[in-house]
């Protein structure tokens, strides 16, 4: 069965912090591994999409890196911002032809000043 | 910029009634899906729908549920009978190509009392 995991559950940094968000996932055929930006109450916003053969893709202060071998991926995230308060949520495309994403959980990400 | 409009926003139901969740996609994209949150869980694939007819669906999927483009712009969920556990965030997506970025709209909040 495909499995998105992802960890931490939730994460609490000071404005101005760096973190990293981590995925991990059994999907399969891969095609690609996408983070989606999720405000209470709103849509998911993509942040970055990455097939197998990259394995870096920034977008501003997020920062995706993926490790198709060992099939984790993460989010980086650099001098933190209020409005970075969010859930992260790490998304994986199976190549079935017909496109069908997996969810992970999300990481809760609170930023505080 | 263009983007994926929902309405309503919420709609509250009784338990047993239809229900029809309206989406407006972007207007050049060819690849349209339909997904859940359930309070506090991750987002769940339903459908997805290209050249008016479905190409994928989950196990959620099922006779209550049915997808349907009635005109050149409107991409609509109906559920039949309502339940309890139909309580939840859809939202619908688009995208020009699969594999490609998927657009999410704001979603529609539906609790069946």
């Known amino acids: 069965k495909n499995q998105v995991e992802q960890s931490p559950q939730s994460l609490i940094i000071l404005e101005g912090k760096n973190c990293t968000l981590q995925c991990n996932y059994t999907v399969s055929p891969f095609s690609n591994l996408r983070w989606y930006k999720q405000d209470t109450g709103r849509g998911p916003v993509s942040l970055t999409i990455?097939?197998?053969?990259?394995n870096t893709k920034s977008n501003g202060r997020y920062t995706a890196t993926l490790d198709a071998d060992t099939k984790q991926s993460s989010l980086h995230i650099t001098a933190s911002q209020l409005s970075d308060s969010a859930s992260y949520i790490c998304v994986v495309s199976a190549n079935f032809g017909n496109e069908k994403l997996t969810f992970g959980t999300g990481t809760r990400l609170t930023i505080i000043p | 910029e263009p983007e994926v409009t929902q309405t309503p926003s919420h709609q509250v139901t009784q338990m047993g009634q239809e229900v029809i969740l309206r989406c407006v996609p972007i207007s050049n994209h060819l690849y349209f899906y339909w997904y859940r949150q359930i309070l506090g869980q991750k987002v769940e694939f339903l459908v997805s729908?290209?050249?008016?007819?479905?190409?994928?669906k989950s196990e959620i999927f099922d006779d209550q549920f049915s997808v349907e483009r009635p005109d050149g712009s409107n991409f609509t969920l109906k559920i039949r009978s309502t339940k309890l556990e139909d309580s939840a965030m859809y939202f619908c997506?688009?995208?020009?190509?699969?594999?490609?970025?998927?657009?999410f709209g704001p979603g529609t909040r539906l609790l069946v009392l």
């Open positions: 990455m097939t197998f053969s990259e």
């Open positions: 997506a688009s995208n020009i190509q699969t594999q490609e970025t998927q657009y």
């Open positions: 729908f290209y050249n008016n007819e479905i190409s994928e």
